[in-house]
């Protein structure tokens, strides 16, 4: 699955990063911590800089895990699967 | 504070809004940083692709249709989960776009994060929808659905 080492080095990290970059947005590469970035935007842009077309992770810092919600999907209205 | 007014209507059918929801044209493309990567390294930048956007104010955020993006070769940048019972431990990818509305005049060089998924259907009259409207970019806007009159506002 492409960004599996990413994902996983990010759990790992987690805790660590949220002392230090709570809110940021941090730059992954395989099991390399970049950077942390105040927008999704500027962590994407340094990681094409860095690593080109290759696969990065751009993770927001935080407690609370992005998620997405669809009530239409939920209630089956949308002719769509995720 | 310009205003975009979206008329939904065809000839046979009269009103079709109730029919086809909230749609307005979109160009969805690879972000600018990856255009620039490629300009400098004499790859072709793929073409932008044109479809409709379906606004979606049960969305917390946009989607796009997975395939545009294996096909311009844009790799996934983040990996969140789904909250709803129907799709419980089910996971989506999350990739960078540039997202642009030409009905709107928005031919911004922002790079947006969207959410990946299997969505591409056609209207009645072959419009493709390639891309739901979420509230992460309908919350920079005035939108007035006028279900009566089969009319869509949208200003910002």
Not at chain 2, 26 to 40: H, N, S
Not at chain 2, 132 to 138: Q, S
Request: charged content about 20%; overall charge negative.
């Amino acid at each position: 699955m492409p960004l599996e080492k990413e994902l996983a080095f990010f759990e790992a990290k987690k805790s660590e990063l949220l002392k230090t970059h709570a809110g940021k947005f941090a730059l992954i590469h395989e099991e390399e911590f970049v950077d942390a970035f105040d927008t999704a935007e500027n962590a994407y842009d340094a990681g094409v800089a860095k690593f080109g077309k290759a696969a990065f992770l751009v993770k927001k810092i935080s407690d609370e895990p992005e998620v997405y919600r669809n009530q239409a999907f939920v209630l089956g209205l949308m002719n769509a699967r995720i | 504070m310009p205003v975009f007014d979206f008329f939904h209507w065809d000839k046979d059918r009269g009103y079709t809004l109730a029919e086809t929801g909230a749609i307005l044209q979109v160009t969805v493309g690879i972000p600018p940083a990856l255009e620039q990567f490629c300009l400098k390294s004499g790859v072709p930048i793929p073409a932008p692709v044109a479809g409709y956007a379906l606004i979606d104010t049960g969305a917390s955020a946009s989607a796009v249709h997975e395939q545009v993006f294996a096909d311009f070769g844009v790799q996934p940048i983040d990996h969140i989960p789904m909250s709803t019972p129907h799709t419980k431990d089910k996971f989506s990818f999350v990739y960078p776009a540039k997202i642009q509305f030409p009905g709107l005049n928005l031919v911004g060089d922002g790079t947006y994060r969207v959410v990946g998924c299997e969505l591409k259907w056609t209207t009645f009259d072959n419009k493709e929808i390639i891309m739901l409207m979420g509230r992460d970019l309908l919350k920079y806007f005035l939108m007035v659905y006028n279900g009566v009159q089969s009319d869509v506002t949208l200003s910002y």
